[in-house]
């Protein structure tokens, strides 16, 4: 199961490139799409749902594994349980990354709802695979507790479930913030981590990927991890090229306005952060979430070049290139 990037999908733009660059090359990606961009009742990505995506995915290639990121309570537009969500996730997706832990108070409540969860899942599609564990501004926990969480699963699951059990999440210091990342990357956290996912068989993954150097990703690589996730750098650079065509002052001001209002750059900057001084740092930050919203196609997108979807998707090929070593 040779899947290096995870990649999120904030459009359609990104999702197509993806699809034509895993299909040109016979290579395999993940598209890991978080609730608040696509869920049951619909997302901020092209008013899919979770089955109206799976759908257009799969008739269009086999080389793109569907996985849900996050999946699990609080993790959508409104607080809830995640179950309904969970349910289609189950139905329609390959593969799920079991995430409670943004509402457990404590570690060892952490493992036992991530049991309940794969429980729950397993119910309904016992071919699902799955993720556990989750990235370090979530939930921080060390090397220890990883194999703490894997040897409870292990011992509370059937085989059969925790077979299923293909992918864990390690931490070694990435964590974003605007449009860097602001982590500190600890090399030791990483071994050790990667050390007790070959304990137990299993693929190890980082998220939060985006804004490295390509050579670091690649340090990474050859010293062990499996895989890593890159979502919102693929959305900044879909926003980029935007920016680069708007030549209007009106447009700018427009899609300035469109992304402040959307309030979706908050969670991204501290309070000190004055969006009307950093107006492009601001779009930016949050442009992709605005990216299917109808004021923004048919007052801004439609007033640019009519070719400007086959520049974003040449700009997206380039960095899958680039990762990939293809350029």
Not at 48 to 56: A, G
Not at 303 to 310: Q, T
Request: charged share 25%.
């Amino acid at each position: 199961m040779n899947y290096k990037y995870g990649i999120g999908v904030m459009s359609l733009n990104i999702v197509d490139a993806c699809i034509e660059f895993a299909n040109q090359y016979d290579h395999h990606l993940m598209f890991i799409p978080s609730r608040r961009q696509i869920d049951y009742l619909g997302g901020y990505v092209n008013n899919w749902t979770t089955e109206t995506f799976s759908n257009y995915v799969k008739n269009k290639t086999t080389n793109i594994l569907l996985k849900r990121d996050h999946g699990g309570p609080g993790q959508g537009l409104y607080n809830d349980d995640g179950l309904i969500s969970l349910n289609h996730d189950s139905r329609h997706f390959d593969a799920i990354h079991i995430d409670p832990w943004k509402v457990v108070k404590s570690f060892n409540e952490g493992c036992n709802y991530t049991k309940e969860l794969i429980d729950y899942c397993y119910n309904i599609n016992d071919n699902l695979i799955y993720e556990v564990g989750t990235e370090q501004s979530i939930f921080k926990y060390e090397s220890s507790q990883l194999d703490e969480l894997l040897n409870y699963l292990k011992s509370k699951l059937t085989s059969e479930k925790f077979d299923r059990i293909k992918f864990a999440v390690i931490q070694s210091g990435t964590s974003l913030k605007e449009t860097k990342n602001t982590g500190s990357y600890d090399k030791q956290r990483l071994l050790e981590m990667i050390l007790i996912c070959k304990k137990y068989n299993l693929i190890s993954k980082e998220h939060n990927g985006d804004y490295l150097p390509v050579f670091l990703i690649k340090e990474k690589f050859n010293s062990g991890l499996d895989t890593i996730n890159i979502a919102p750098e693929f959305g900044q650079i879909e926003t980029q090229v935007y920016l680069n065509e708007i030549k209007n002052e009106k447009l700018f001001e427009l899609f300035f306005n469109i992304c402040h209002e959307s309030k979706k750059w908050e969670k991204w900057v501290d309070k000190s952060f004055d969006p009307f001084k950093n107006k492009k740092q601001l779009i930016n930050i949050c442009g992709h979430y605005i990216l299917s919203n109808k004021s923004f196609i048919e007052k801004i997108k439609n007033n640019l070049r009519v070719d400007i979807d086959v520049v974003i998707k040449d700009n997206i090929s380039k960095k899958l290139k680039e990762l990939y070593g293809k350029n």
